[in-house]
């Protein structure tokens, strides 16, 4: 199947930082990439969809201005926590579908954020 | 009403049974029906895909689509230890967003 990376795969910082995490498609081209929130032993919440070229559309009560997502292009989509608090650790999980829009979703890895 | 509903068990099975897993959904518009095994602290992998309704088969599981009642089910058959996980159904529809149901935990006991 199609390949997702999602890098990195866990991550500590300190209160009130940032965190980027990156989330590539390794051997096709996503122009749609979907964040997810995961808690523990909860199912995936999504936070955003995000289109290449354009703003990401968040979810209802999801902070656009907290969670900045880029998609800048067809292989890759960054989001980046700003201000981080610890209630903002989580597992944190991209998907991509491809170009053609009609294929399943493929997964990274995920990362699992800890705020300190 | 949640637009998928999946029971989120925890379902606990001997090794060798057969595994039923269900999800309903409302939004009639979904075409593309996924399901995802996840373990522990890793991103979800994709098992099964299937477009509208009918039956798929790959290896030890099946997954199944009825459009008309809304309903989805994957079956695994003679169940492993190794099965052991959370399973997580999918849908969407043409260039939508994924939406999935809340998983259903599954143990398999040797």
């Known amino acids: 199947g199609a390949v997702v990376s999602q890098h990195p795969s866990w991550v500590i910082c300190k209160s009130g930082t940032s965190v980027k995490i990156e989330c590539r498609s390794l051997?096709?081209?996503?122009?749609?990439m979907f964040w997810y929130r995961q808690f523990p032993k909860q199912s995936l919440m999504l936070m955003a969809t995000?289109?290449?070229?354009?703003?990401?559309?968040?979810e209802q009560g999801v902070e656009k201005d907290k969670f900045l997502i880029n998609h800048a292009s067809l292989t890759l989509s960054t989001l980046t926590v700003t201000s981080a608090h610890p209630e903002d650790s989580s597992f944190y999980i991209c998907s991509a579908i491809s170009i053609t829009g009609v294929t399943e979703a493929f997964f990274g890895q995920g990362t699992r954020l800890t705020v300190v | 009403q949640k637009e998928v509903e999946q029971d989120p068990g925890p379902l606990s099975v001997p090794e060798g049974a057969i595994v039923s897993l269900n999800c309903t959904y409302s939004?009639?518009?979904?075409?593309?029906f996924m399901w995802y095994r996840q373990y522990s602290r890793k991103g979800p992998e994709l098992l099964m895909y299937t477009y509208s309704s009918g039956n798929k088969e790959d290896g030890r599981f099946t997954a199944q689509v009825d459009k008309s009642s809304k309903y989805i089910s994957l079956f695994i058959r003679d169940s492993q230890p190794s099965d052991s996980a959370t399973y997580l159904c999918?849908?969407?529809?043409?260039?939508?967003?994924?939406?999935f149901g809340p998983g259903t935990s599954l143990s398999v006991i040797p």
């Open positions: 051997d096709f081209q996503a122009t749609t």
């Open positions: 999918a849908m969407k529809g043409s260039y939508d967003k994924v939406i």
């Open positions: 939004n009639s518009a979904f075409q593309y």
């Open positions: 995000s289109n290449e070229g354009s703003k990401a559309t968040y």
